[in-house]
């Protein structure tokens, strides 16, 4: 049944909130329940920006490109239900001043079908692609996969016919809450497969991006260099940013398409 809209006025009352939700997840037995209740079955994935991107090895054929955003536009041709948000939950709320807030969540699948019609609107594959890519030029980055979270406060089911297309921006994300919570949480939020972020001897250690760029935390100066850690998904908004052209992001072959649209596949039936 699908939540009404008090309930999503109070969603966004308790959204300042998230942080000390996500560290409650740490607690013993608590964060189990939290677990099982919000997250069971998660499998989220963050796509980097196109523009971005090195390949390690050398394309197979001319004109052979890696575009992560092709896993995206697969699902959108491929669905039979295109459901696109409003407004992004995340940045109303936050009162973002950086990103429109009119770039909603994009939802594909049937159960998409029962979402509260006041908070959204089905709408064709054509508008759901024009959607997506006005996300990109807006400087937001993809989240895609099955997300428990979204079929509680959404109020639908079930959640394998439930695709997430998730635009974030840095700022007001909700996954800014991934340093707060348990491993087991987090690691269901991953980076691309086969993508990887490196800091070249370019860097010259000006903090650029350090600075409010990264949601997750993941690169920091050390020494009067930027050094990166494992938290990192991927998502090449720190490649974006650097004045020096250090950081560059890459992936090992022009397969990683075709390997995430396979395990996405394994996760959701939206035809």
């Avoid at 939290?34 to 390690?56: C, K, Q, V, W």
């Avoid at 006005?134 to 695709?163: M, Q, S, Y």
């Avoid at 993508?195 to 020494?223: Q, S």
Wanted: aromatic share 4%; hydrophobic share 40%.
């Amino acid at each position: 049944m699908s939540r009404p809209l008090w309930f999503v006025k109070l969603l966004k009352k308790a959204f300042p909130g998230r942080f000390l939700l996500a560290k409650t997840t740490k607690v013993p037995i608590l964060g189990s329940m939290l677990d099982h209740a919000l997250f069971e079955g998660d499998d989220l994935m963050y796509l980097p920006r196109s523009g971005t991107i090195e390949i390690n090895q050398p394309i197979n054929s001319p004109g052979e490109v890696v575009i992560p955003t092709q896993v995206v536009n697969h699902f959108i041709e491929g669905a039979t239900v295109h459901w696109v948000m409003d407004t992004c939950i995340c940045r109303q709320t936050s009162q973002c001043e950086d990103y429109p807030r009119d770039l909603g969540c994009l939802f594909l699948g049937e159960a998409a079908l029962d979402i509260n019609p006041e908070l959204g609107r089905r709408v064709s594959k054509e508008e759901a692609l024009e959607h997506v890519q006005r996300c990109r030029e807006a400087g937001l980055v993809h989240l895609i996969g099955r997300n428990k979270l979204d079929t509680v406060w959404l109020g639908v089911e079930p959640g394998i016919k439930l695709l997430t297309i998730c635009s974030c921006c840095p700022c007001c994300c909700l996954w800014r809450v991934l340093p707060h919570v348990s491993s087991q949480i987090g690691s269901k939020i991953t980076r691309m497969p086969g993508v990887t972020v490196e800091v070249t001897d370019l860097c010259v250690g000006c903090g650029t991006c350090t600075d409010e760029v990264c949601f997750v935390d993941a690169i920091r100066l050390v020494d009067g260099r930027a050094v990166k850690s494992e938290a990192c998904r991927g998502c090449g908004r720190c490649v974006d940013v650097c004045p020096e052209g250090a950081i560059v992001i890459r992936v090992e072959d022009d397969k990683i398409v075709e390997r995430a649209i396979n395990h996405i596949t394994s996760l959701v039936d939206i035809s």
